[in-house]
């Protein structure tokens, strides 16, 4: 069944400005806190404090627009929709553009790549702890794909474009914000929230913006969805780079003097095998794309790979590009081409240290006083936590709704989740704004 989007009308944009304009105050229970002797909120009713039904509308609402990464007009209208929703909160919000992006395209030549405005809204800037909140608008899903439907599967689930990954997230986000500033403590911390438009395609217009605001923060919660349907969190995380290199031979016919051309393809084939030899149990190589090429009775002068590697620990990201600077002088030298790499690690290996894991222990003890299990695993993916994480800040990153099948058109939400995890976020605020330490 597909939603009637109409009869849900906009209620991000009903709300009105601040928090009393829907709480009226926090009539829940408290105790003293050992932060400047606020009242630390209890978790018994902090899920009242939570309006289901609204989450979910807005989300499907929000998923009902096209935003994927490239999809500039999509984003635009989202980032607007998202000012009104978080306008609710105090602080003041800003359209931040994008820093300029260059990649490499299929005749070899750099050019600039596009980006979505990021949204940021700063909260209580002058407070002694201040906490940092991220997720992303954009999705992986482009505007001529055939994915654009919001539909309920069944009471619990719907499948839609981003509901999991993460609109269901950014409706987190909001919610718990506006529960936690209904609360007694709220105004012992300050905190900052930034959804970015490129997360999908590796932060690069946004990981400036990600690492100003990261800076000085006590901790930050990021909100992919879940690791497992069941609300598993990702704990430790390897990295990513994306790389594309651009080899220039020399053509010529390929039957009256092939000796005089350099084969670029050639060069690229032998790359691909070389760059896979690298490979090790502390990072893995996947060579994705080779373009270029000519007719057949040509020798082709110009090949661009496009490879991507997953480096688990920081010393094998930085081995890789020792290997890979000494691989491609070789190549250069011995195919008599000109091979220029273009990219790099985008999201450095994600380790958990001690004051990580004492975050990763606040979500379960809350999660459990709510009567929620929570878990966490490790994870061969990468998001903005990587990069959160790398600037010294404390993470967890799977604060989202649970769901599943992300980034594929059988993308699911599990409903009741948008609840459930706007109440564990709120809860955690609450601690680490009683004083909670990690």
Request: proline share 5%.
């Amino acid at each position: 069944m597909q939603h009637d989007f109409e009869s849900w009308g906009g209620v991000g944009r009903a709300y009105g400005r601040g928090p009393s304009a829907w709480q009226g105050g926090w009539a829940g229970p408290v105790e003293a806190g050992p932060l400047g002797g606020v009242a630390m909120v209890r978790g018994e009713n902090i899920s009242a404090q939570i309006d289901a039904a609204a989450m979910l509308r807005e989300t499907c609402e929000w998923a009902a627009i096209n935003s994927g990464t490239g999809n500039l007009a999509g984003l635009a209208e989202v980032a607007n929709r998202l000012a009104d929703a978080f306008a609710v909160l105090p602080g003041k919000i800003e359209l931040v553009e994008p820093a300029p992006v260059t990649t490499i395209d299929a005749a070899g030549n750099e050019v600039e790549r596009a980006h979505g405005k990021h949204l940021v809204l700063r909260v209580r800037p002058d407070a002694v702890r201040r906490l940092l909140l991220t997720g992303h608008m954009d999705t992986v899903f482009p505007v001529d794909h055939p994915f654009q439907k919001v539909e309920r599967v069944d009471a619990d689930t719907v499948n839609g474009p981003g509901t999991a990954d993460m609109k269901g997230g950014l409706c987190v986000i909001l919610h718990a914000l506006r529960a936690f500033e209904a609360t007694p403590n709220a105004a012992v911390i300050g905190y900052d929230v930034m959804i970015n438009s490129d997360e999908e395609t590796g932060s690069l217009s946004s990981d400036a913006l990600i690492a100003d605001l990261a800076r000085g923060k006590y901790a930050a919660l990021t909100y992919e969805p879940s690791a497992l349907p069941d609300g598993t969190l990702a704990h430790a995380r390897g990295g990513t780079g994306n790389y594309s290199v651009t080899i220039r031979g020399r053509s010529a016919h390929a039957g009256r003097n092939p000796q005089d051309g350099r084969n670029a393809v050639v060069a690229a084939a032998e790359l691909v095998l070389r760059l896979t030899r690298l490979a090790a149990e502390d990072i893995t190589i996947n060579p994705a794309k080779i373009e270029g090429g000519s007719a057949n009775n040509v020798v082709p002068d110009l090949a661009v790979l496009r490879f991507n590697i997953r480096p688990r620990t920081s010393e094998a990201m930085q081995r890789f590009d020792g290997q890979l600077a000494d691989l491609l002088a070789e190549l250069a030298a011995e195919h008599e081409v000109q091979i220029h790499s273009h990219g790099g690690v985008t999201r450095p290996p994600k380790p958990v240290d001690a004051r990580a894991q004492k975050l990763f222990d606040l979500v379960r003890n809350c999660g459990a006083e709510l009567g929620q299990s929570i878990g966490w695993q490790a994870s061969g993916g990468v998001c903005d936590g990587n990069n959160i994480a790398a600037c010294g800040v404390p993470v967890v990153d799977t604060m989202g709704v649970r769901g599943g099948a992300i980034h594929s058109p059988d993308e699911f939400m599990i409903i009741p989740s948008l609840a459930e995890r706007a109440a564990l976020s709120a809860l955690v605020l609450g601690r680490l704004a009683s004083g909670d330490h990690l």
